[in-house]
């Protein structure tokens, strides 16, 4: 099992930014792959950035330029750093991590609006 604990959503303006933060448990499984998705109510959950053992990353196009995906492995938390952010970006943020054991992990959510 492992437990996963968002933090830093909130309220900024167009244009502003914001650093989410995910913070997992101790497992003794390694996490493959960590990642960040978000869910807009009546849209389909969509995968915005992750970053596998070797640091590469891969980001929605929506996204790419503006958001930076990056970990700390000795803390076991990985961050998402959002610059230039628009009202499109308004959604419900997720960590997710995918294990060894090819079993996906999900945080409770953290809401992240943006709005004048």
């Known amino acids: 099992q492992v437990q996963l604990v968002e933090s830093g959503g909130g309220l900024v303006q167009p244009g502003g930014s914001l650093r989410l933060s995910c913070a997992a448990s101790r497992s003794e499984f390694t996490i493959l792959n960590k990642r960040w998705y978000r869910r807009v109510p009546g849209k389909q959950r969509e995968m915005v950035a992750s970053?596998?053992?070797?640091?590469?990353?891969t980001y929605a196009d929506s996204v790419k330029g503006r958001f930076t995906i990056s970990r700390n492995n000795t803390e076991n938390m990985w961050y998402l750093q959002m610059n230039s952010l628009k009202p499109d970006d308004t959604a419900v943020y997720y960590c997710?991590?995918?294990?060894?054991?090819?079993?996906?992990?999900w945080g409770q959510g953290t809401q992240v609006t943006v709005s004048p």
């Open positions: 970053i596998s053992t070797t640091g590469t990353t």
């Open positions: 997710n991590a995918l294990t060894t054991q090819l079993e996906s992990y």
